[in-house]
């Protein structure tokens, strides 16, 4: 099983100002999904990075709004841009592996905008 | 479209009584099926999965969950609870034919009473 650090954990920003968020794997991780997950609330997918493409984003996300990075197999970041206090939440990275039979997750951000 | 629905939102139950949380995916195709466990503040961990084979599949905790095609449906059962097995409880459906992205159910918060 491959293990995602996460980071940061948590934090809270100011209206306006954009957060990135890193997720490293410890192995080689065919596929990357960017989740957000409101209070009490199941995950809403946010896009799919794949290494050198662009990333795939789901109906309501923009890459204007949440721009992705996947420059190898073990790394990927996702930035939150020009936040408001909607896009409070939590966001989870989650890669799959050879054969994509099980998804691991890191930790989560907890993000609050004030 | 597949879709995934978790009957329960929420399950109180007593501590060492058995516990049946329920899982329905709406598509007859060949699919993956998981459950996912998450505890407060925490990332997603895998319980246990169903790829193929065995109609019943045994996980990490004491958990296990039967496959039933005819009833489509994914039950994740345990015989006996600890006030440690409190936490969300996730299903999800990965279709192989769609690029395993998953589709996951809203989650089931799992009590546990003293």
């Known amino acids: 099983s491959a293990v995602i650090s996460q980071k940061p954990s948590r934090d809270i920003c100011q209206r306006g100002t954009s957060l990135t968020i890193q997720c490293q794997v410890d192995?080689?991780?065919?596929?990357m999904f960017w989740y957000r997950q409101q209070p009490g609330q199941s995950l809403t997918l946010i896009a799919t990075?794949?290494?050198?493409?662009?990333?795939?984003?789901e109906s309501g996300f923009v890459i204007d709004k949440f721009p992705i990075s996947r420059p190898n197999l073990t790394f990927s970041t996702l930035t939150v841009s020009n936040m408001s206090p909607e896009d409070s939440s939590i966001y989870l990275c989650?890669?799959?592996?050879?054969?994509?039979?099980?998804?691991?997750f890191g930790q989560g951000t907890r993000l609050t905008v004030v | 479209a597949q879709s995934v629905t978790q009957l329960d939102s929420q399950v109180p139950v007593f501590e060492e009584a058995p516990v049946e949380l329920r899982c329905n995916y709406s598509?007859?195709?060949?699919?993956?099926l998981f459950w996912y466990v998450q505890y407060p503040n925490q990332g997603l961990q895998l319980l246990l999965k169903y790829l193929s084979g065995s109609t019943l599949v045994k996980g990490i905790n004491g958990f296990e969950a039967e496959f039933n095609k005819s009833q489509t449906s994914f039950h994740l059962r345990k015989p006996s609870v600890h006030i440690s097995d409190t936490a969300e409880y996730f299903c999800?459906?990965?279709?192989?034919?769609?690029?395993?992205?998953?589709?996951w159910g809203a989650g089931t918060k799992l009590i546990i009473k003293p």
């Open positions: 990075a794949n290494q050198g493409s662009e990333a795939t984003y």
């Open positions: 192995s080689q991780v065919t596929m």
């Open positions: 999800a459906v990965s279709d192989p034919g769609s690029n395993y992205q998953l589709i």
């Open positions: 598509s007859s195709v060949s699919v993956y």
């Open positions: 989650s890669g799959t592996g050879m054969g994509n039979t099980e998804a691991f």
